[in-house]
């Protein structure tokens, strides 16, 4: 289904961020293991995490809805994961397949893995080969890739291991197999990558150990723990809500607060690049949640300036990248993106969706291998383009923000992958002023 986005002059208002994606795949999966019954609320009920709390279902947990956002899960405790009679389907998501191939790992059982057109496609040997020297083994399509049966073992071996890429997935599938395994587990990542799985293992009662060693990250668990339950509040997404702040950035009339963020220096690369850029982000503390501290954030329109993004905060804004370009389209001046060779195996190539979202829009952007380099319009992005989404939530968002402060519409070919992260996105945006409709401009 086609939307399109309608210039408009102003973007304000108060919202709420919505639940944070990965902290509420977390709070399913650790819920699900646990012993007891855990509540949680504030669970984003996007399709990514309704498919984590299937699978979890699948594999023996009890999994309920008791209201918005709020849920129950009573876990397998010390009887274990049991064979699923199912597929267990992922639908969009790397993070629930590849958290729950490390979860699988430590258990006696066999199960299949399967998702949608886009997660097929994505790499999965990232996960599988350490799982591989941990002992499990697994029949995966062409490229390691889903659909594959995974075998599990009850005598997971531990093992150190230091990631190619710079990815909390990764890192977690380990952690989650090394909670199983014989013996201590020790990832050493290069860069500090987003640290939900370490936070919330400790607030159900594991013991994770963590170490820095200059920009390296290093943190070990020890196997045959067990978890307990708990109550999680999940705390808002910075991820979804760097949306609303883009818009209210390049809005002339822009003022828009979002309460209830996460705060975490793994997840706030967006927050300090629009800065560079010349952004005003307000921030106030308001308590904490999940581990996190909680905080109320102010955007308002902006005089935005190209700037070369530091390939140090790469890791911590990994999934903002196209709402930056919005933001680099919009300045004066050149922005410079290196560094993001991973966005290439994203829910899209994110490299080339993002220079073509730009290019129909008429902005002049240069693809390079590992990013791009964004030709700002200084306040006058021409617009009046109908982008490719790749069926990639974060292209369709990030095009439609633009539309909002573009001289002509912009349009979406597909609006549905957004549930997958953002099921209130359309609300949100319009409660805030957005202009958005559905089918062509
Ligand atoms: C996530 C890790 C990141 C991120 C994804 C969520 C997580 O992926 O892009 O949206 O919850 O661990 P990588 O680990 O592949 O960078």
Known sequence: MMWTSHPV????????????KSCSHRALILGGLAAGTSEISGLLEGEDVLNTGRV????????????????????????????????????????????????????PIEARFVGDASLSGRPM??????????????????????PLVLSGRSDLRAIQYEPPHASAQVKSCI????????????????????????????????????????AANIVSIRGGQNLTAQETLVPGDPSSAAFLAAAAMISTGGGVVVEGMMSNETRD??????????????????????????????????????????????PSMIDEFPILAVLA???????????????????????????????????DVEETKDGFIVQGCDGAIPGGGLVETHHDHRIAMSALVMGTASQKPVSIDDASMIATSYPDFMDHMQALGADLRSGPA
């Open 329 to 363: 389209a919009h300045a004066s001046g050149v922005t410079v993106v290196k560094g993001a060779e991973e966005l290439r195996v994203k829910e899209s190539d994110r490299i080339s969706a993002v220079v073509n979202m730009l290019r129909v829009n008429g902005v």
């Open 269 to 314: 690369g967006f927050y300090r690049a629009a800065s560079l850029m010349g952004a005003h982000v307000g921030a106030e503390d308001v308590g904490d949640a999940a581990g996190e501290r909680l905080i109320d954030m102010s955007f308002e329109s902006a005089d935005l300036r190209g700037a070369e993004i530091p390939v140090d905060l790469v």
């Open 175 to 214: 952690l989650l197999a090394g909670l199983n395994a014989e013996g201590e587990t020790v990832v050493r990542e290069s860069r500090i990558t987003r640290d939900h799985s370490e936070r919330m293992l400790r607030g159900f009662g594991a013991e994770v150990a963590t170490a820095r060693d200059g």
């Open 9 to 20: 002059t102003k973007i304000t208002g108060t919202l709420r961020a919505p639940g944070d």
């Open 125 to 146: 040997g990232r996960v599988l080969d350490p799982l591989e020297q941990m002992g499990v083994t697994y029949e995966a399509s062409e490229g390691k890739t889903l």
């Open 56 to 107: 979890m279902a699948a594999l023996g947990a009890e999994v309920e809805r008791v209201g918005e956002g709020a849920w129950r899960v009573t876990g397998v405790g010390s009887s274990g994961l049991k064979t699923p009679n199912v597929d267990l389907d992922f639908g969009n998501s790397g993070t629930g397949s590849r958290l729950m191939l490390g979860v699988v790992a430590g258990y």
